[in-house]
């Protein structure tokens, strides 16, 4: 039988009595269990931290909201923490007193006794007390559904056993800042909760897809329509067999982080603050996952944009001209990202806009830009569209310093050349990152660079939480 533990209540943090080879905390200590192999390896006191031998997801009770005392789902969700702007901080709080941006995005000082995380994890409380969030009854790995017109991405929602890059279980693509790290890290601690999930990327097949694909035919435990046209579908699988199933199938493979690195990098500083402490095994020792097969029912991806505000567009095209064949585009928006399209099948290509007019750039000399990346990168970096678009155009050729007070970022094309058009400057169109060229260069243990992909649709934020003190 599995056995999920909760055996310790996380306001008192006693650390085990015995450090020696048992069980992460979360999981079954029963020996012959479907967790038994994920174990603490050589773990002699309560400052170590876990090494799971592979990748796992555990099952753990959601507290999720309550419909017919917090309203519906589509008004007390949001999109994640980091794609919120102001104005939309203010729609979503305006949608609902429990909308979970106030969760997430608290309002307040930045420290203190009555800080905006402080805030946070009171509001939380309220929220648990008058009902309007509950939690499920038995623990589960659940599975979500986003479907957007004919595109279907389908995966896991359940707590990741969390480990360091340099283990190859779960693989970074992206460098992280300390700031929304730290951020993170004060909400985690001050609501003792994941409140939203990261999202990992694997290939799959096997049993863990299987599972994924079978809960079609079962009827879902929570459904929504968002404003956006996306509609949401949560199921829970809590089947023994088909848990042990999905266990023995992840265990032996690895995942890339395709959204999330600020909170995967706060739930290791946590959990490493935590075992410094002496607190031994506990819930920090996982995070709230959303894990999707990236060949079944996979995400979209899409290029982020890059604008240039203290270079004109005419002046970008002169520049690159001697090394690129430029060539001026007429037509839409839309003919020209289709035109990008086609050229990249050759190679790296781009597109250069003032906001008025474009310019496809392809067709550079391969030694002309094999000699502008660094050659100690592998292949698969190198051979990246952005790879080329910082270090050849934006470093090489155009000569601009290469940091986020030069070059800016949009998640659509349309966004990128009206940011251009405003300050006279260059909008930098690129292609999509194909999901197997940023699991090949993480596979490389390399990072791409800063704002490479946008994978679509995020996970929504509230579906379900992680509360530390039910597992």
Request: charged share 20%.
């Amino acid at each position: 039988m599995l056995v999920v533990v909760v055996a310790v209540v996380v306001a008192d943090r006693t650390p085990p009595r015995s450090f020696g080879q048992v069980a992460v905390w979360g999981l079954s200590p029963v020996p012959g269990s479907v967790y038994s192999p994920v174990t603490i390896s050589a773990m002699t006191s309560p400052t170590d931290v876990p090494r799971p031998r592979g990748l796992v997801l555990a099952p753990f009770r959601a507290l999720r909201f309550d419909e017919s005392v917090a309203g519906q789902l589509a008004d007390v969700t949001s999109p994640p923490y980091d794609v919120i702007d102001d104005e939309q901080l203010a729609g979503y709080e305006a949608a609902s007193e429990h909308n979970v941006v106030r969760i997430i995005l608290p309002r307040g000082p930045e420290s203190g006794a009555e800080s905006r995380y402080v805030g946070a994890a009171r509001l939380l409380e309220q929220w648990r007390a008058s009902g309007a969030l509950k939690l499920d009854d038995e623990p589960a790995i659940y599975v979500y559904e986003m479907r957007e017109g004919s595109h279907i991405q389908r995966g896991l929602l359940g707590a990741v056993a969390l480990v360091q890059p340099d283990a190859g279980i779960i693989l970074p693509h992206e460098n992280t800042m300390a700031g929304p790290v730290s951020d993170r890290l004060l909400l985690t601690k001050a609501t003792q909760a994941n409140t939203e999930p990261i999202f990992l990327v694997y290939d799959g097949g096997g049993a863990a897809s299987a599972a994924v694909s079978d809960v079609g035919a079962h009827p879902p435990i929570a459904v929504s329509r968002t404003a956006d046209g996306i509609e949401h579908r949560l199921w829970a699988i809590s089947d023994e067999d088909v848990l042990a199933a999905i266990a023995g199938d992840l265990l032996t493979r690895r995942a890339t982080i395709a959204d999330g690195h600020h909170r995967y990098a706060n739930y290791l500083q946590h959990q490493a603050e935590e075992h410094a402490a002496g607190h031994g095994n506990g819930p920090w020792d996982f995070g709230l996952t959303f894990l999707v097969d990236a060949t079944a029912f996979g995400p979209q991806v899409h290029a982020i944009h890059r604008v240039m505000p203290t270079l004109a567009a005419n002046e970008a095209v002169r520049l690159a001209s001697p090394v690129y064949t430029a060539r001026p585009l007429d037509g839409s928006l839309d003919d020209a990202l289709e035109s990008l399209a086609t050229a990249g099948k050759a190679g790296a290509a781009f597109v250069v806009s003032d906001g008025q007019s474009r310019w496809l750039l392809s067709d550079a000399p391969a030694d002309f830009v094999a000699a502008h990346l660094p050659a100690q990168q592998s292949a698969a970096w190198r051979g990246l569209d952005v790879s080329a678009a910082h270090h050849v155009l934006i470093r090489a050729i155009w000569g601009l310093t290469d940091d986020e007070t030069t070059v800016d970022y949009r998640h659509d094309a349309p966004a990128a050349e009206a940011a251009a058009r405003a300050v006279g400057g260059t909008a930098l169109l690129l292609n999509p990152t194909p999901v197997e060229a940023v699991i090949a260069v993480a596979n490389s243990g390399e990072r791409m660079p800063r704002k490479s992909t946008l994978f679509t649709p995020k996970p929504r934020t509230g579906f379900v939480i992680r509360t530390f003190d039910a597992g």
